[in-house]
């Protein structure tokens, strides 16, 4: 498999100033250190609690806000290091969807127009060829070609967000970014979304990284996981393995909350103690510390490293698994 994105050492602090000359007194850490790889063709999610850094880093990647550290590389190329115009360029390889596709798409056009703009600034397709591969692109997003004249209130949430969708795959991107791009919709209208999304990856050969507070939805869509907590990676593995046997506390507090369809099924809903700590001054050693049902003494100064699981593709950044993988049914939580 071959890498298309890869992440190293992302840091992404935000300065925040203050005295009476207005100097930067400390940081916002919202991403702090954070490396991993996408691989062509595949789907990698990135989860974790409102305020845990996906989006940001999904922001940095396409230098929405340009990275405060690290390397960004994608086919081999570091974009952190390229032209505001030379990145414009690149944009036609990267695209993203947002959650609100209202407030990205200009009221007072046309969903042709929306898309002839986004052609004519790539410059994709001659001007006589656009308004047949505008069609085509509704067409592909199952908009018909008797709504393509229309304005982007007369669609419904879905809809809107197919045209959002048709927008991005415009400029024939190869990574498309979707931050929380269902998570405004119904639930119904979720499952449509996320079907046409695996139909275009299919046929048009897309890589995504898609990021969701809701590890339900990332479900189905995902080949691998990637659980943020605080600006950090805690849990990185392939979707069945991170299903199935979750290796850091955090992320099993996460599958907890997902209501289960299997009605035989006991699920006992794992309630996390306390907030989420402020990224300004997060928690020392691991940062989820504060809040871990099985926090030891060393949890609150040394720092764990992300440890592989034994014979997976999968690696969770706790202590506990120094000792091999982790079974929590032997374990007791000190809450
Ligand atoms: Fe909990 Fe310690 Fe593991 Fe952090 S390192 S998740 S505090 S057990
Ligand atoms: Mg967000």
């Known amino acids: 498999k071959k890498a298309l994105l890869e992440v190293k050492n992302l840091k992404q602090y935000f300065p925040i100033k203050g005295g009476v000359f207005g100097r930067t007194v400390n940081h916002v850490k919202a991403v702090d250190d954070v490396s991993f790889t996408v691989y062509e063709g595949e789907t990698v999610s990135i989860v974790g609690e409102s305020g845990c850094g996906k989006s940001t880093t999904g922001?940095?990647?396409?230098?929405l806000d340009n990275p405060y550290a690290g390397e960004v590389n994608f086919e081999g190329e570091n974009l952190v290091n390229l032209s505001k115009s030379k990145m414009r360029k690149k944009r036609k390889d990267l695209q993203i969807i947002f959650q609100d596709p209202y407030a990205s798409l200009n009221p007072r056009q046309t969903v042709s127009q929306i898309l002839e703009e986004a052609l004519a600034i790539q410059n994709v397709v001659p001007a006589g060829e656009?308004?047949?591969?505008?069609?085509?692109?509704?067409?592909?997003?199952?908009?018909?070609?008797?709504?393509?004249?229309?304005?982007?209130?007369?669609?419904?949430?879905?809809?809107?967000?197919?045209?959002?969708?048709?927008?991005?795959?415009?400029?024939?991107?190869?990574?498309?970014?979707?931050?929380?791009?269902?998570?405004?919709?119904?639930?119904?209208i979720q499952a449509q979304v996320l079907n046409l999304l695996k139909d275009l990856q299919r046929k048009f050969s897309l890589t995504y990284l898609f990021i969701s507070h809701?590890?339900?939805?990332?479900?189905?869509?995902?080949?691998?996981?990637?659980?943020?907590?605080?600006?950090?990676?805690?849990?990185?593995?392939?979707?069945?393995?991170?299903?199935?046997?979750?290796q850091h506390p955090y992320?099993?507090?996460?599958?907890?909350?997902?209501?289960?369809?299997?009605?035989?099924?006991?699920?006992?809903?794992?309630?996390?103690?306390?907030?989420?700590?402020?990224?300004?001054?997060?928690?020392?050693?691991?940062?989820?510390?504060?809040?871990?049902?099985?926090?030891?003494?060393?949890?609150?100064?040394?720092?764990?490293?992300?440890?592989?699981?034994?014979?997976?593709?999968?690696?969770?950044?706790?202590h506990l698994i120094e000792e091999g993988p982790v079974d929590f049914s032997t374990l007791t939580s000190n809450y």
């Open 59 to 63: 922001r940095a990647i396409l230098r």
């Open 130 to 188: 656009r308004r047949q591969k505008i069609v085509d692109l509704l067409e592909t997003v199952g908009i018909g070609a008797h709504q393509i004249d229309r304005h982007p209130h007369e669609f419904s949430g879905g809809q809107r967000q197919r045209v959002g969708i048709a927008r991005a795959l415009s400029v024939n991107p190869k990574l498309v970014i979707c931050d929380e791009a269902v998570s405004a919709l119904d639930v119904s």
């Open 214 to 246: 809701d590890l339900g939805v990332v479900r189905h869509i995902s080949d691998r996981i990637i659980v943020m907590y605080l600006g950090k990676i805690v849990e990185i593995g392939d979707k069945k393995s991170l299903f199935e046997n979750p």
């Open 251 to 318: 992320t099993r507090a996460l599958l907890s909350a997902i209501p289960s369809t299997n009605l035989d099924e006991k699920k006992e809903r794992i309630i996390l103690k306390g907030d989420v700590p402020s990224p300004i001054n997060p928690p020392a050693g691991c940062r989820f510390h504060t809040r871990c049902p099985f926090a030891m003494d060393r949890c609150a100064t040394e720092e764990p490293a992300l440890h592989n699981v034994p014979g997976k593709e999968h690696q969770a950044a706790c």
